[in-house]
């Protein structure tokens, strides 16, 4: 079936830029996105990129996307205490089915 | 514009018991999807419902079940609960012809 991996853990300091990766195995997969998880609350949608692109920018926040290696990464520039939380990579093959999540990778901001 | 609202925040029920849940989707959205967030297990799909249908459930048992209203709410309804239940539930709705689900804060069950 199909699975998302991620990194668990990763530590930055404040005003650096961070970079969150995420592999996947579904060749098929056609929608990916990134969601953000604060302490206690629900999942917000950061970004999500189709796979007929390799790259998309929104303000502060890049996604790469190299398909050949089932690669996604989340680039936050100028990292910030607010951004500390558990940052989620999921994927879909046909954009109104389920997600499939990774286990999420959790960002602490160092002041 | 109002996001997705969940109901209760937080439920506390004891093994054996039956628990509901409900979600209200983003006006306008038709597809309400649940998952489960559970310690150590991540986020794992439940149920998808679309236009009153259920259009796919995930690897979970029978006594996992809901449905939705014709207003695009949802209900998630949990029998005979166990304690690996305890879990955070998260209700997501999607606008048809769109591609992004939004989340609501979650409902946190707990099984004592």
């Known amino acids: 079936g199909e699975d998302v991996e991620q990194s668990l853990f990763l530590s930055v300091r404040e005003g650096d830029s961070s970079v969150i990766n995420c592999t996947y195995t579904?060749?098929?997969?056609?929608?990916l996105y990134w969601y953000k998880q604060e302490p206690g609350a629900g999942l917000q949608l950061l970004t999500y990129i189709f796979s007929n692109m390799d790259m998309k920018q929104d303000q502060r926040l890049t996604v790469l996307l190299n398909k050949k290696d089932k690669h996604l990464s989340l680039r936050i520039a100028d990292t910030q205490t607010g951004d500390s939380a558990i940052y989620f990579c999921?994927?879909?093959?046909?954009?109104?089915?389920?997600?499939?999540f990774g286990k999420g990778t959790r960002l602490s901001v160092i002041a | 514009e109002a996001g997705v609202t969940q109901s209760p925040t937080h439920l506390i029920k004891t093994r054996g018991q039956q628990a509901t849940l409900r979600c209200s989707p983003i006006s306008g959205h038709t597809s309400v999807y649940w998952y489960q967030q559970a310690l150590g297990l991540g986020l794992q799909f439940l149920l998808w419902?679309?236009?009153?249908?259920?259009?796919n459930r995930g690897n979970f048992p029978p006594r996992f079940s809901g449905r939705q209203f014709p207003n695009y709410s949802s209900e998630l309804n949990v029998n005979a609960l166990e304690l690996e239940d305890s879990a955070l539930y998260l209700c997501?709705?999607?606008?048809?012809?769109?591609?992004?689900?939004?989340f609501g804060p979650g409902t946190r069950l707990t099984v004592t």
């Open positions: 579904d060749s098929s997969s056609t929608y």
């Open positions: 997501a709705s999607r606008p048809q012809g769109f591609y992004e689900q939004y």
């Open positions: 999921a994927e879909t093959d046909s954009g109104n089915t389920p997600l499939v």
């Open positions: 419902y679309d236009e009153g249908e259920e259009r």
